[in-house]
Structures are given as C-alpha cells and as structure tokens.
C-alpha cells in the first residue's frame, strides 16, 4: 500500500466582533482573485472543515491539479477565517510558493499583521 504525503500552509484571520462579516467576505474576495490569477478553478468544497480545531463552514475551494486552496469560517459571531493552502506531494514547487506568499502578504497589507497569521507544516 502506498503512503500519502502532503504539504499544507494555513493563514488564520482573527476578526474583531465588529468586523467579522465584511473581513470575511472580502477576505474570500481577494482569496478568490489570488487564486484565479494563479490558475486555480473554484470547485465546490468539501462539506468539513475546521478553524484551529473549531468546526467550520466550508466557505469556497479552488484547486489546479494537486494544489489545492480552501477557505472556511469558524462557526462563531466573530468567526476566524482559515484559508489552506495545500500540495499533496513530497515539496512545494515555486509557482504554490509564490501563491502562498503572495496570498498571506495581501492579507496581512490589507487587513493588518495583528489580523493575519500564518502557519506551515
């Protein structure tokens, strides 16, 4: 039997209460464009999702080959946001960098570095 390996990279946005709706929403609008504009076609997400742990609403997913991008939303008034970005394989290739770079570096010019923060493994 064969093993499966992935990689994945996790930007969390922590929303004050009074902002959570419209962050959210614009958060997966720049989301979207990022990732459209690194080829990625959206795709229904899968129906589970977590925050940190937390169950979550699946909010949008696109995917190009084996990368894949995935949002989902914290089922609280103050929902965080987690957006994943994922490679099934052994390294990240150079364009999935860029996009993970480039998608984190937005959010954080966007809605501030207190805001946004970023986790791989």
Known sequence: ?????????????????TQALGLQ????????TIARNHGLRPKEPWPYCTVRG?????AAAWEKGSLWLTACIER??????????????YWW???DKRLRHELADTL????????VSVASK
Do not use: W, Y
């Open 1 to 17: 039997m064969g093993t499966s390996c992935f990689l994945s990279s996790h930007i969390v946005l922590t929303p004050s209460p």
């Open 54 to 58: 937390s169950q979550g609403i699946a």
């Open 76 to 89: 609280t008034p103050a929902g965080r946001i987690e957006i994943e970005v994922r490679r099934n394989g």
């Open 93 to 95: 290739k150079a364009a």
């Open 25 to 32: 929403a614009r958060a997966i609008a720049l989301t979207d």
């Open 108 to 115: 954080r010019a966007i809605f501030g570095t207190e805001v």
